[in-house]
């Protein structure tokens, strides 16, 4: 029995690590948001602690990225936005006047992502089920299924930690304007965190479902999953 639990179960963790790869843009997507914030810092570094050729220099190179994406056949819509996010970060900067203030949208973005995931597990509509519900066609099935319910829940919470952990690391460099340990925490917390947040919570939802579970591909009723 427990040999045949592990037989469903391991398609199941393979569909975990490759859905949410590809819904984050994969490896590719995080390089490719992490070389603008480096960028900056360089430029700044270089320019003698210069906001406007830090900021001037983040924008050309997403301009750069974004176009080499699109005539790579990547979606338009992601590319705009990318490009927005690293406008906006170099607007606040300039606005500002502060080279750390170009992480500030970052910041922000992380904890609005780490209160968002951790309301959806209280509602009990965790944000992983969601997702993957999504990706995998399954809408709101998965709901229904009292061990999928709770896999996706467990499995939730590493992702709340991820988003908490860029809270507080880019929230205390920002606070005691580290700019250049901004940079390069942009750049470890970015592809290095998600491919450990993606191990861990596949990990989780995986051993968080019984041994007889068909996997998340497939949802169970209620009355079965009881059973």
């Keep these: 029995m427990r040999q045949g639990g592990n037989v469903q179960h391991t398609p199941s963790a393979t ?29 700044w570094l270089v320019s003698g602690h210069s906001v406007v050729w830090g900021a ?66 209280v509602l009990r509509w965790p944000m992983l089920g969601v997702v993957l519900g999504a990706v995998l066609g399954q809408r709101t099935r998965w709901r229904r299924d009292p061990d999928l319910l709770r896999a996706h829940s467990l499995a939730s919470w590493v992702w709340v930690g991820q988003y908490t952990v860029r809270v507080v690391v880019f929230g205390a460099l920002w606070a005691t304007g580290h700019v250049v340990s901004l940079g390069v925490a942009r750049a470890v917390l970015t592809w290095p965190l998600v491919a450990l947040c993606l191990a861990v919570s596949g990990w989780v939802l995986h051993r968080a479902l019984p041994d007889d579970h068909p996997g998340i591909r497939h949802p169970r009723p209620a009355q079965r999953a009881e059973d």
């Design 15 to 43: 569909v975990e690590h490759e859905s949410l790869a590809g819904l984050l843009g994969g490896r590719r997507g995080a390089v490719d948001a992490s070389l603008p914030p480096l960028t900056f810092v360089l430029a």
């Design 56 to 121: 001037g220099a983040a924008i050309a190179v997403s301009t750069v990225i974004g176009v080499f994406r699109l005539l790579r056949g990547q979606k338009a819509r992601a590319v705009v936005l990318s490009l927005a996010a690293v406008v906006v970060a170099s607007a606040i900067a300039l606005y500002t006047g502060r080279a750390q203030d170009f992480f500030l949208l970052q910041l922000f973005a992380n904890m609005a992502s780490a209160l968002v995931w951790a309301g959806s597990i």
